[in-house]
């Protein structure tokens, strides 16, 4: 009766974990994450077990004379490798892109997934359940307070005139009346288009109004082509 009972704990745990890690992996499917609901939830449940894992071999050795025997025991290896592992997986969600490096919350999504399988099975159910309940207010709440939060943004935008058409101080007055900083200029003159290119760098909050500023540098004589695109963070 006891094993039974004994039995029905650990896959009560494991039961558990599978909905912890559901749960946050249910936020990061909705919002298109590649590591989504499948992941965490195998992540959350294997972490569990192997937290379980830990804590059943010290009792099935705990016969064997230490004293004796060269077989050393400690709990919290099993457990220890776990979270090191998860590493490898959350740097396969990571996608470092121009400026900016994308999937890091998923990572150390998984990598709080994995704590929180490692303490259900460790039958640390409160604190367990009190980490589910703060990471969804981040993942969540965090996420409608962003937006709000002031943010420098790096673009770099290029501009294409006809060859002996200078626009550069107009260029450099208006963007100063939009709060846009120039942190670098580049030149390059081609003779065989008969074009002059400048590619600025600059750095702003995140409300550029583009609208205004393509609406403004399209009435600049001889201009030919205009692009941006993001710049790395310098």
């Known amino acids: 009766m006891w094993i039974c009972s ?5 896959l009560l745990k494991l039961v558990i974990a599978a909905v912890m890690g559901g749960v946050i992996g249910f936020e990061r499917e909705v919002h298109g994450q590649a590591a989504g609901l499948r992941t965490n939830v195998l992540v959350c449940t294997g972490a569990c077990l192997l937290m379980m894992l830990s804590l059943y071999i010290p ?8 004293a004796d025997s060269v077989i050393r025991l400690d709990p919290a290896r099993i457990a220890s490798y776990a ?9 396969g969600a990571i996608i470092s892109g121009k400026g900016t490096i994308k999937g890091l919350t998923t990572a150390a999504g998984i990598w709080l997934v994995t704590g929180i399988g490692l303490a259900i099975g460790a039958g640390f159910f409160l604190p367990a359940v ?5 990471s969804l207010f ?10 709000y939060l002031p943010r420098d943004e790096h673009t770099l935008l290029t501009l294409v005139f006809d060859q002996g058409r200078e626009h550069l101080e107009a260029i450099k007055s208006f963007l100063e009346t939009h709060r846009i900083t120039i942190n670098f200029i580049n ?13 600025l760098r600059l750095q702003a909050k995140m ?3 583009w609208d205004q500023l393509l609406a403004h540098f399209q ?4 201009l030919q082509q205009i692009s941006w695109e993001e710049a790395t963070v310098p």
């Open 83 to 91: 979270i090191a592992s998860m590493g490898f997986l959350g740097a």
């Open 138 to 147: 981040v993942l969540y709440g965090f996420r409608k307070i962003k937006k």
């Open 6 to 10: 004994e039995l029905s704990c650990e």
């Open 187 to 199: 030149y390059y003159l081609d003779h065989q288009t008969q074009t002059l290119t400048y590619k």
């Open 207 to 209: 409300d550029i109004p």
């Open 219 to 222: 009435e600049l004589a001889g």
């Open 130 to 134: 009190t980490c589910l309940v703060l």
């Open 59 to 66: 009792v099935l050795y705990r016969d064997v004379p230490m």
